[in-house]
């Protein structure tokens, strides 16, 4: 049982350590013997646990993949197209603001894009339920703009360098109020103190 326990320790370490030389350095420019150094192992460690950087690029992305695939489940079990879209967006921005780093490398690194294509872009099915929970059924022009629009400025803004300095709770608030705005969704009212 320790075994395994180490052995997850190790895994969870290099990942978070590929993070961070990706946000550094881009995966382009990460090597599998920096992930090494930086970690203090051999790079015959790092082939233990994954046998090329695409499998760890794809093992530091899948995460927050899952996640959004669990909340579009969720948010597609919701009664009404309303609540459907705010479970949606909601959890959307979540995983955005509790992943900003890695949201940051989407945007602008061909390696997490090919490992976006391999993993999350193949599950058509749930790519398409995301869009018709967003978009309704029929949706025109506008409405399909206006959701690439939320889904693509959320993504943005939320792993933007010069955002970082808002604390999780002012991003969160910000980005779902502007995810509202794009997606013509009511203003929530703040609670009223009794």
Known sequence: ???VAGHEDTRTRLLATALKLFTEHGVEGTSLQMIADELGVTKAA????FK?????????????????ESIVAAAARQRRPGARIDHLLAGFVDVVVRHRALVALFSGDPGV????????FR????????MTILTGPDPDAARVVAVHAALGGIALAGG????ARFSDDVLRESLLDVGRKLLGRPRRRPAVPS
């Open 46 to 49: 790092v082939y233990y646990h």
């Open 52 to 68: 090329t950087k695409d499998e760890i690029t794809e093992a530091v992305v899948e995460p927050g993949l899952r996640e959004l």
């Open 160 to 163: 933007a360098q010069e955002l």
């Open 113 to 120: 894009a090919r490992a976006l294509e391999k993993h999350f």
């Open 1 to 3: 049982m320790a075994a």
């Open 123 to 130: 599950k058509e099915s749930f790519m398409t339920g995301m």
